[in-house]
């Protein structure tokens, strides 16, 4: 059984950056896409952004576009989030996603335990 596993979250400042990482476990995700979603207290999960297998294509949800950048090797069950100029709204538990299709809604296979962040002064 797969498990993903989110490392990375804290608190920071506005303005400041934060990465997250996530890592497969427990099997192998062969050409599976990985990405984020994040959610809120009270709020439905956001689509964050998503990357393909060979890490070439990737889409971003437009809160996010122009500070988040994801990345990931070719083909390895790894995936990073590199969170720059965060704002408040930004504060969220956000979970590691994996599935062999590329959405941009919560219907993933696969789901990490989620990492808080919380962006405050």
């Known amino acids: 059984q797969v498990q993903l596993v989110e490392s990375g979250g804290g608190l920071v400042q506005p303005g400041g950056s934060l990465k997250l990482s996530c890592a497969a476990s427990?099997?192998?995700?062969?050409?599976?896409?990985m990405g984020w979603f994040r959610q809120a207290p009270g709020e439905e999960r956001e689509f964050v952004a998503v990357i393909s297998w060979d890490a070439v294509i990737m889409y971003y949800g437009d809160s996010v576009k122009g500070r988040f950048t994801i990345s990931r090797e070719y083909n390895k069950d790894t995936v990073q989030l590199q969170m720059t100029s965060l704002k408040p709204e930004d504060t969220g538990v956000y979970y590691c996603?994996?599935?062999?299709?590329?959405?941009?809604?919560?219907?993933?296979?696969?789901w990490g335990q989620g990492t808080q962040v919380t962006v405050s002064p």
């Open positions: 996603v994996a599935d062999m299709r590329m959405m941009r809604d919560a219907t993933y296979l696969y």
């Open positions: 427990g099997g192998t995700l062969n050409r599976h896409v």
